[in-house]
C-alpha cells in the first residue's frame, strides 16, 4: 500500500501535520512543471525561486527520512502538468491512495479535482495548515455579503486575543491607527536595505532556459536574493522586526526614488511559499512591542496587513470565485501602455516602480495602489491585462492574493466589493507622499499643457466618464463638487488633456 501526496510549490509548510511522523508507506510528490510556468508570463526570480525552494524543501525532505519523487523542469519524464504527471507516476509508484492539501487557486483546486478523480482511487484534501481562517469558513462568511475589512480584522482580533486589553476592548483604546501611518519620508531615520541573500542559481537557470520557459525581467541568478528556506525566512523576519517593524506603520504609505523597499518587511514571498507561518509573523511583531523595541502604532500597522488585509482577500477570492476573475464594473478595455514592461516612460514615478519590479520582482504596497495600479485605473486599461501583469511581474504573485488586490482594491473592477470606493489620485496625492516629482518631466502642479502630469488630466477624465455611476458615491462627493466648482473651460481643458496623453500613452 503506497500513498502519494502531492505538494505545490506554494505548500512548503514544514511545520504541516503531515511531515511530523515518518511513514515508509508515503511518497512525497513534487513537480516543476509548464503548465504552471506557462498560464502566465512570470518574472524569472518567481520560477527561478518558487524552483530553487521546492528542491531545497524535497532535500530537506529526503534528510528527515521521508520518501520523495521530484520531477525536474528538464527530465524528459516529465509530462509537464500535474494530471499528466500523476497519471504515469500511479502505476510507476504502485499509488493505492491519493492525499493533496487544498491549493490556494482556483485553477489549480479544479484541475486537482478532476486528476484525483480520474485517477479512481481513494484520496482526502486536507488544509495546507497555513491561513488563520480556513478556506471554507472564510468563503461561507463572505458569500451574501462581504463585510468591510475593518470590521472582519476586528473579529479576527477578538478571535485570536491580539493586542486586547484585559475588557476584551483594544490596547490603547483604538482599534485602527491609520491616522497616524500616512506619513512622507524625509530621508531620516535611513531606510535599513533589506537582508538580501547572495544564491547562485545559475545551474537552475540554465535548466529553465533550456526547458524554453519564457519569464520577464531581471533573472539575478548569479546572487539571488529571496529567501528560499524556513531557515533564511526566519531570518529575514528576524531582521524586519529589529530594523524596520518600528518605522513600519509610520511610513506604510510613503514612496520614494532614495528606497525601493523603505520599511517594509519583504515578507511576502516566504508566506506566500508557507515557508513563514502569519501567526508567527504576528507574534514576532507582537514581542517586539511587549519588550518596547515598537510602538502601539507601528504593531498595530503591520498586524492588520497580515492578519487583517491578507486572511480577508484570501476570504473574498474563495467566496467569489470564479466569476470573480471575470468583473469589469467599469467596463475597462484599454491595452497596458508597453512601458509596464520596459519602465521606459518619463514619469519619474512610474519609472521607478515599474523599474524595480522588473530587477527585483518587488514593488511595495502604496507603489502597487497608488502608482502602476492608479495609473491603470484611470486610462481604464482592460483589468484582464492588468491581471496578467501583476500576476507575472511580482515574485510573490499568486492568483488568490493578486486577484482580490488587482481586479478589487485597484481596478475597483468588482464595483465596490474590497473597497467602498476607487483608489484613485492625482499628482497632489503623489507629490505629498513620496519624492519623485522634483526632478520629474512632467510638472505635478499643471493640470494641462506640455508638461503636465499625466495623473491631473487622468484623473479628472476617469472621475468625469464615470460620474453617472460613481458621482452617487457619497464618498466621492468632495471630488465631483471639485470637479463642478472648476470653470467650464477649465475643465475641458483637462478632459482635452487626458484625450491628447491617452492617444498618445505608449509615449508618455
Ligand atoms: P508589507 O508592506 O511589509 O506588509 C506585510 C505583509 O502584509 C505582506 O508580506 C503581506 O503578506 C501582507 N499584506 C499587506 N497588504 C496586503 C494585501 N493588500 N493583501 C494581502 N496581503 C497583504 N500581495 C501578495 O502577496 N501577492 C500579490 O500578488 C499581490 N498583488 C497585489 C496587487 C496590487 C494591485 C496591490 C495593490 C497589492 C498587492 N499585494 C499582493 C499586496 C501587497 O502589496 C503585498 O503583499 C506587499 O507589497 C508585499 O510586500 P511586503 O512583504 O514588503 O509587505
Ligand atoms: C507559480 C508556480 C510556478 C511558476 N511553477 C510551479 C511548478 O512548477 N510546480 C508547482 O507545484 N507550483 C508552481 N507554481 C505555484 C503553483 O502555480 C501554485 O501551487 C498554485 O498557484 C496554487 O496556489
Not at 527561478?48 to 528538464?74: D, K, N, P, S, T
Not at 516566504?270 to 507601528?298: C, F, Q, T
Amino acid at each position: 500500500m503506497t500513498c502519494l501526496r502531492l505538494l505545490l510549490g506554494d505548500q512548503l509548510n514544514a511545520g504541516h501535520a503531515w511531515f511530523g511522523e515518518r511513514r515508509d508507506d508515503v511518497v512525497y510528490v513534487l513537480m516543476e512543471v509548464r503548465s504552471e510556468t506557462d498560464y502566465v508570463r512570470h518574472h524569472a526570480q518567481k520560477v527561478l525561486g518558487i524552483f530553487a525552494a521546492m528542491r531545497r524543501f524535497a532535500e530537506a525532505l529526503v534528510q528527515g527520512g521521508h520518501r520523495v519523487e521530484y520531477l525536474r523542469i528538464g527530465e524528459p519524464r516529465n509530462r509537464h502538468s500535474f494530471a499528466a504527471n500523476l497519471d504515469w507516476l500511479i502505476p510507476e509508484l504502485q499509488a493505492t491512495r491519493l492525499e493533496r492539501m487544498e491549493a490556494d487557486e482556483w485553477r489549480v483546486e479544479q484541475a486537482l479535482i478532476d486528476a484525483f478523480a480520474a485517477s479512481g482511487l481513494p484520496g482526502r484534501v486536507v488544509s495546507a495548515g497555513h491561513f488563520l481562517l480556513e478556506r471554507d469558513e472564510a468563503a461561507a462568511r463572505f458569500a451574501r455579503k462581504v463585510p468591510r475589512m475593518e470590521f472582519f480584522y476586528r473579529d479576527l482580533r477578538r478571535r485570536h486575543r491580539i493586542l486586547l486589553d484585559a475588557d476584551g476592548g483594544p490596547l490603547g483604546g483604538r482599534w485602527n491607527y491609520d491616522a497616524e501611518n500616512r506619513a512622507k519620508w524625509p530621508g531620516d531615520p535611513p531606510a535599513p536595505s533589506w537582508p538580501w541573500q547572495q544564491h547562485d542559481l545559475r545551474a537552475l537557470w540554465d535548466e529553465i532556459t533550456a526547458a524554453g520557459v519564457q519569464t520577464l525581467g531581471e533573472p539575478s541568478a548569479q546572487s539571488f536574493g529571496w529567501p528560499l528556506t524556513r531557515r533564511e525566512a526566519r531570518a529575514w523576519l528576524a531582521d524586519f522586526i529589529a530594523q524596520r517593524l518600528a518605522h513600519f506603520g509610520r511610513y506604510q504609505d510613503a514612496i520614494s526614488g532614495r528606497s525601493a523597499t523603505l520599511f517594509h518587511a519583504g515578507l511576502s514571498f516566504a508566506l506566500n511559499l508557507k515557508l513563514l507561518h502569519p501567526r508567527e509573523v504576528i507574534d514576532a511583531a507582537l514581542a517586539a512591542y511587549e519588550s518596547g523595541r515598537a510602538d502601539l502604532a507601528a504593531t498595530e500597522g503591520f498586524v492588520r496587513q497580515i492578519l487583517g488585509w491578507r486572511e480577508f482577500i484570501r476570504g473574498i477570492y474563495w467566496a467569489r470565485m470564479p466569476g470573480y476573475a471575470a468583473l469589469n464594473a467599469l467596463q475597462a478595455k484599454r491595452a497596458l501602455p508597453a512601458w509596464f514592461w520596459s519602465a521606459d516612460t518619463r514619469m519619474a514615478c512610474l519609472r521607478a516602480a515599474i523599474g524595480q519590479s522588473l530587477t527585483l520582482g518587488y514593488a511595495h504596497h502604496i507603489q502597487r495602489l497608488m502608482l502602476t495600479g492608479n495609473f491603470a485605473l484611470l486610462a481604464g486599461c482592460d483589468p484582464d491585462e492588468v491581471d496578467r501583469w501583476y500576476l507575472g511581474i511580482y515574485v510573490d504573485a499568486f492568483e488568490w492574493v493578486e486577484l482580490p488586490n488587482t481586479r478589487g482594491m485597484s481596478q475597483f473592477a468588482d464595483g465596490g466589493i474590497v473597497g467602498s470606493k476607487p483608489y484613485s489620485g492625482s499628482a497632489a496625492y503623489i507629490q505629498r507622499q513620496s519624492d519623485h516629482c522634483q526632478g520629474c518631466h512632467y510638472r505635478h502642479t499643471l493640470r494641462h499643457g506640455e508638461r503636465a502630469c499625466p495623473f491631473n488630466s487622468l484623473y479628472w477624465h476617469f472621475h468625469a466618464r464615470h460620474q453617472p455611476t460613481l458621482g452617487r458615491n457619497p464618498r466621492l462627493g468632495m471630488t465631483y463638487r471639485s470637479w463642478e466648482r472648476m470653470s467650464v473651460a477649465e475643465r475641458a481643458a483637462t478632459l482635452a488633456q487626458a484625450e491628447h496623453y491617452l492617444a498618445r500613452i505608449d509615449q508618455l
